[in-house]
């Protein structure tokens, strides 16, 4: 039972490049989310898709974008990388009536 | 403009005592709470979580208290045991409109349960 599964688990980058960062559930959950985790800030929401086919921004989508490729995907792109965006990346997947999200593993990223 | 706050950054507790970890919100709107329970290079996993139209929920070890006109609710564990040492978030949402299902978290506690 994998639930919500994140590819990389790490990832370097240099500032400019670009990369997209994976996120697949297997719940057949409805909603889905991107957080970012720095410290002493908590998780703070990047984007999320309420239903397939929508996506809407969070408290900081600057330099992000998203794509809900299906009811099962939802990936996060960065087009330019900057140092600012180094942090722990989690995608998170809920039932639409029910409030509990369930999380991935996360994604380690620096930006050199 | 930080509308979940853990004041505390870390907490160190004994075995076998109780462990109480707090959270205030500004938001009145937020009427669901929940914990996050967070080891290391894992993910939040949910933990418990209390409505607003109550003022406690237990399960097992873990309690969570809503003070509602304080803005305030807390986490006790009792007994507490060292596989309890992690980060734990608190979460807040609201109902309706664009707030439904998107979760405010506070900076997280971490607990410390020294054998």
């Known amino acids: 039972n994998a639930g919500v599964t994140q590819t990389p688990k790490f990832q370097v980058l240099k500032t400019g490049q670009s990369m997209t960062l994976q996120c697949a559930q297997d719940?057949?959950?409805?909603?889905m989310y991107w957080y970012r985790q720095d410290p002493g800030m908590g998780l703070r929401l990047i984007y999320y898709?309420?239903?397939?086919?929508?996506?809407d921004k969070g408290e900081v989508p600057n330099g992000y974008n998203v794509s809900r490729l299906n009811k099962r995907e939802f990936s996060l792109r960065l087009e330019s990388a900057a140092p600012s965006q180094t942090s722990v990346y989690f995608c998170?997947?809920?039932?639409?009536?029910?409030?509990?999200?369930?999380f991935g593993a996360g994604t380690r990223l620096s930006v050199l | 403009d930080q509308q979940v706050k853990q004041n505390s950054p870390s907490l160190s507790v004994q075995e076998g005592r109780i462990s109480i970890l707090n959270c205030d919100y500004t938001?009145?709107?937020?009427?669901?709470f929940l914990w996050y329970k967070k080891y290391p290079a894992e993910g939040p996993t949910f933990l418990i979580s209390?409505?607003?139209?109550?003022d406690k929920n237990e399960d097992g070890r873990f309690t969570v208290f809503l003070n509602k006109s304080a803005k305030h609710l807390s986490l006790h564990i009792v007994p507490s045991q060292p596989g309890d040492s992690a980060v734990y978030f608190c979460?807040?949402?609201?109902?309706?409109?664009?707030?439904?299902?998107?979760?405010?978290f506070g900076q997280g506690t971490i607990l410390t349960v020294h054998p």
């Open positions: 998170a997947s809920s039932e639409g009536g029910n409030r509990i999200q369930y």
């Open positions: 209390i409505s607003s139209i109550k």
């Open positions: 898709s309420a239903s397939e086919g929508t996506t």
């Open positions: 719940m057949n959950h409805n909603s």
């Open positions: 938001n009145s709107m937020f009427d669901y």
């Open positions: 979460a807040a949402s609201a109902t309706g409109g664009t707030s439904y299902g998107k979760l405010t």
